[in-house]
């Protein structure tokens, strides 16, 4: 029988915390710039300039066929190369950080600009016509009468995929950044207790992103009410 | 930029054996291949029993499905593989025995058991919505023509629930190919995990990403055309789903 000892957890809180944090940052970062360029997207993906929508289709296709762990490998291993070699900048400085920020966030834009296209087309289509008839622009349609709506309908899943882009920022390990998942497996390891310091980190994960799906939940109820 | 591209590298005999990098490659493919095919028959399986349990009448057994779908969609992905992986063998009985198999094969399986439960949550819900869509008045004259509740099950809902959900399980089987690449972290010499190889063996890390990049993007697409196949044949005419 497996004989647990939990002893290293207490002292290992500051590291874990601070690993939280890393996690934390890189959610919020992809969470903002990812519906900001994901808006973009979608509007272009519907504008009547047919290159520009193609582009976008292209751009969205091309991230939602190919994997994450496969994107952040791109982001880690070749990209920070490929723009060091560009502007001949020094070896030393540690990207990892960034280019994890940067290859969620246009990741995560495809999969928030198929959520928020769903949500215009949510929108009626007489409320364009009506604002067209009252003598609005297409872009004041969107930006005025669509674009609130579609936002509106979506909130749900908008924070749906937040939680999904949170419990996803774990797989940073490939690239040995130690957000909360990767501090606590460097504890585990350190210290011979990753059965301990795994099922922590299980029990975390799961405490808050259950609590959050409830919260989503409830809100969503509210919404409907 | 002075990169040397060298596409001609996937020909060149890989340090082992009488291989070549391209069959590194291939190998790694049909390891994502098989894992995704297994993970996903098992998907499919637990899948359908949740998500039936979590609509049966019985407030009990309802609940003990939700707690399992919770459980295996709010832990992340790798977190979960690490635990089949590193933990269970730790703590379960007959993990020694799991322990002594080869490498190779702890790995799979470890890798296959982790993504047939994770994607099986996700199955369940779509099973449950299914389920959930139809009318009412469905199981009620099933079971005033005396159907027992399993023929129920059998004869009336699930052959209609399972035609209605193939668009959203047809994203989920995209998914568990993708999924599959996590699984590279426990050593398991899938696609990726034969093309971060490459790069080390050969310093050729464009030509190997590229090349990856493109397999997945080859699954993607025939998962997709082959699925919109079945997804023509499945539809149900008159159904608000169907256009």
Redesign the interface.
Same mark, same amino acid.
Do not use: H
């Given at each position: 029988m497996?004989e647990y000892d939990w002893s290293s957890i207490p002292g290992a809180l500051p590291f874990l915390a601070h690993g939280m944090r890393v996690s934390l940052e890189i959610t919020a970062v992809a969470i903002v710039v990812g519906i900001v360029w994901g808006t973009m997207l979608a509007v272009l993906r519907l504008s009547s300039v047919k290159p520009l929508a193609w582009l976008a289709a292209g751009y969205v296709n091309?991230f939602r066929?190919?994997?994450?762990?496969?994107v952040l490998?791109?982001f880690f291993?070749?990209v920070p190369?490929?723009l060091q070699?560009?502007f001949n900048l020094g070896r030393a400085t540690d990207t990892r950080l960034v280019s994890a920020m940067v290859g969620f966030a246009l990741f995560e834009a495809a999969y928030y600009s198929e959520i928020i296209r769903a949500g215009i087309h949510s929108v009626g289509q007489g409320q364009i016509a009506a604002a067209h008839a009252l003598g609005m622009t297409r872009g004041q349609a969107l930006r005025l009468v669509v674009l609130p709506q579609a936002f509106r309908n979506m909130v749900p899943l908008l924070l749906t995929q937040a939680?999904i882009l949170f419990?996803?920022t774990?797989?940073v390990?490939?690239s040995a950044l130690a957000d909360f #998942?990767g501090a606590a $497996?460097k504890v585990g390891e350190r210290d011979g207790r990753?059965?301990e310091l795994?099922?922590f980190?299980?029990a975390v994960? #799961?405490v808050l992103? $259950?609590a959050a799906?409830r919260l989503v939940r409830r809100l969503q109820r509210r919404a409907a009410a | 930029m002075s990169y040397h591209w060298n596409w001609s590298v996937f020909l060149q005999p890989a340090p082992s054996g009488d291989a070549t990098y391209l069959d590194w490659m291939l190998s790694g493919l049909q390891v994502t291949v098989a894992l995704s095919l297994a993970a996903w028959a098992m998907a499919l399986i637990l899948g359908a029993l949740i998500g039936v349990l979590r609509t049966v009448p019985g407030k009990s057994i309802g609940r003990g499905a939700a707690a399992y779908v919770e459980v295996f969609r709010n832990i992340p992905l790798l977190a979960q593989l690490f635990i089949w992986y590193f933990v269970l063998p730790e703590i379960l009985p007959g993990g020694t025995e799991f322990k002594q198999l080869n490498p190779m094969a702890q790995q799979f399986v470890a890798a296959m058991v982790c993504l047939g439960f994770f994607t099986s949550a996700r199955v369940a819900e779509q099973v449950r919505a299914g389920i959930e869509s139809l009318p009412r008045g469905q199981r009620a004259a099933a079971l005033a023509l005396g159907l027992t509740t399993p023929q129920t099950y059998r004869y009336v809902l699930l052959p209609m629930a399972f035609r209605i959900i193939v668009p959203p399980l047809t994203s989920e089987f995209l998914n568990i190919f993708k999924n599959s690449c996590v699984c590279s972290t426990i050593g398991l010499l899938e696609l990726t995990a034969q093309g971060r190889q490459l790069v080390d063996y050969t310093a050729q890390p464009y030509e190997s990403f590229i090349a990856v990049t493109l397999l997945y993007m080859a699954i993607n697409a025939v998962v997709m055309l082959l699925m919109r196949e079945l997804e023509k044949r499945a539809r149900v005419p008159g159904h608000i789903g169907s256009r």
């Open positions: 497996y091309l066929s190919v994997p994450l762990v496969m490998l791109w291993l070749i190369q490929f070699d560009l939680i419990q996803d774990s797989l390990y490939v #998942f $497996y990753i059965v795994l099922l980190a299980g994960y #799961f992103c $259950y799906s | -």
